[in-house]
């Protein structure tokens, strides 16, 4: 980046960010002009989206602000209350990091461009704050309260930096390959890879605790529980008897085709995963009851929790394209119904080809 000037390094083309000020040697410039030449040593302050905060880790050559306090976690953006004791007072004198044990990155206030450094600005009730938080940040909550009105988690977390993402890889790497070389089990080995980044500070628990998925652990868990005691009870067994009484006469393409299209359902209205744990001992109990492989059944099921097109609410990623987009559920159904068909006759047809009963 030395020696060229901004247009030149593309810093004038960044998406969602503005280039507003350059810091050299002390001095504001304000008007910043393309043909500018950067320096090193030079601070560049931008205006714009936090969440393309990450746009700027990826041009070599630019250290973000506060660094080793980002990686690996979450921003928090919080407004100051009209009552907070730091109102009027800079970030700098009312010893911000100190008090609340976190690092601004960022300031807003209202549409107005802020000039100056971030330490500089005098604290008014309104101003909007995107926090980098430490370990302590949230142990006195009375206090967090009496100073700011919102707290929120912006979805958007700080990337590690070079090094520790190519440690993070290549040990990711290894651990699949011990795998394959038969060394440990890739469960045992990825446990043991999470205790050493542990270990070595290159993520917390914090960010574990944040970033771990209890909402689909519970629900898979819970659906393969349900699986289990239908299995234990007999239950399975029982709806596959009826199922076969129902599609009397089919033979086993029947049962196949039924249980493909029970998956099916259960997978555009709850999640694959937990579709394919409660139709699993169904399709077993039914290839058990014919006398025939159960694998053709068992590749029914898997490919039927995977065929969730008409519905939003059976995937997370068409829920959030859904959300994003602004679809309707009949967009999904227009553009879903049709591939669905295809998917489906493609499948049933192909399944007692490679699969024969």
């Known amino acids: 980046l030395v020696g060229k000037s901004i247009s030149e390094n593309n810093l004038r083309a960044l998406r969602k960010l503005f280039l507003a000020e350059v810091i050299r040697e002390g001095k504001t410039i304000s008007s910043v002009d393309p043909d500018m030449v950067l320096l090193a040593g030079d601070r560049l302050l931008f205006c714009g989206d936090i969440e393309s905060v990450t746009t700027l880790q990826e041009i070599n050559g630019l250290t973000l602000f506060g660094q080793h306090h980002l990686n690996g976690q979450n921003l928090i953006e919080v407004i100051v209350s009209q009552s907070a004791s730091i109102r009027g007072k800079s970030i700098k004198s009312s010893k911000f990091r100190d008090r609340f044990d976190a690092v601004v990155v960022a300031i807003r206030r209202g549409h107005e461009r802020l000039e100056g450094g971030l330490g500089k600005i005098e604290l008014q009730a309104g101003d909007t704050l995107v926090l980098v938080p430490g370990k302590d ?6 206090q967090l309260k009496r100073e700011f009105v919102i707290i929120s988690e912006l979805d958007s977390a700080a990337k590690l930096d070079g090094d520790k993402s190519a440690l993070v890889l290549l040990g990711f790497a290894g651990v699949i390959a011990a795998e394959l070389l038969n060394i440990f089990p890739i469960i045992k080995g990825l446990s043991v890879y999470l205790l050493a980044l542990l270990a070595l500070g290159v993520i917390n628990i914090g960010e574990l605790r944040r970033r ?6 519970v629900i898979v868990g819970a659906a393969l529980s349900i699986a289990q005691l239908m299995l234990s009870s007999g239950l399975s067994v029982q709806l596959g008897n009826m199922f076969m009484e129902l599609f009397n006469g089919w033979g086993v393409m029947g ?3 039924a249980v493909y299209l029970i998956t099916l359902v259960l997978t555009e209205l709850i999640t694959n995963n937990a579709a394919a744990a409660l139709a699993f001992p169904i399709g077993y109990s039914m290839a058990l009851g014919y006398g025939v492989d159960p694998m053709p059944f ?11 097109f008409i519905s939003p609410y059976g995937y997370q990623t068409n829920l959030l394209v859904f959300s994003v987009g602004n679809y309707t559920l009949l967009d999904y159904v227009k553009v879903g119904l049709p591939m669905s068909i295809i998917y489906s006759v493609l499948v049933l047809t192909l399944i007692p080809y490679f699969f024969p009963f």
């Not at 771990?212 to 652990?217: A, E, G, Q, S, T």
């Not at 029914?300 to 969730?308: E, M, P």
């Open 137 to 142: 940040f949230e142990q006195s909550k009375q």
């Open 298 to 308: 068992i590749m029914a099921v898997l490919f039927g929790a995977s065929a969730s």
């Open 212 to 217: 771990f998925p209890i909402d689909i652990v």
């Open 255 to 257: 049962a196949l085709i």
